[in-house]
């Protein structure tokens, strides 16, 4: 079992940053391959970005050059840095972890959620 915990979210304005952490428990994170979802109000969840347990990165493309996912598996963790920030980025960010490190867009192949965080961009 892994639990999930996001953090870091909050009200920027446009144009403005943030970085969401997520700190996952067990001992076999750096095996799994780590994702961050976004939804909006009244929309699917959606890809953002995913980092393999290689470091390999892979983002959608409406936030590719403006948000960079990272990991530091000596703390468990997964980072989404998120610059540049549009109204449109306005959602709540969920991490998830993918225990069979495959690269992946689909949050059916995400074993393990977090309960999300709230990020709102005001124009």
């Known amino acids: 079992q892994v639990q999930l915990v996001e953090s870091g979210g909050g009200l920027v304005q446009a144009g403005g940053s943030l970085r969401l952490s997520c700190a996952a428990s067990g001992r076999t994170f750096s095996s799994y391959a780590m994702g961050w979802f976004r939804q909006a109000p009244g929309k699917e969840r959606e890809f953002v970005a995913q980092?393999?347990?290689?470091?390999?990165?892979y983002y959608a493309e409406s936030v590719k050059g403006r948000f960079s996912i990272s990991r530091d598996n000596a703390k468990n963790t997964v980072y989404l840095q998120m610059n540049s920030l549009k109204a449109g980025d306005t959602a709540v960010y969920y991490c998830a972890a993918n225990t069979q490190n495959s690269r992946s867009s689909r949050d059916a192949d995400y074993d393990y959620w977090g309960q999300g965080t709230q990020v709102t961009v005001s124009s």
């Open positions: 980092i393999r347990r290689s470091g390999n990165t």
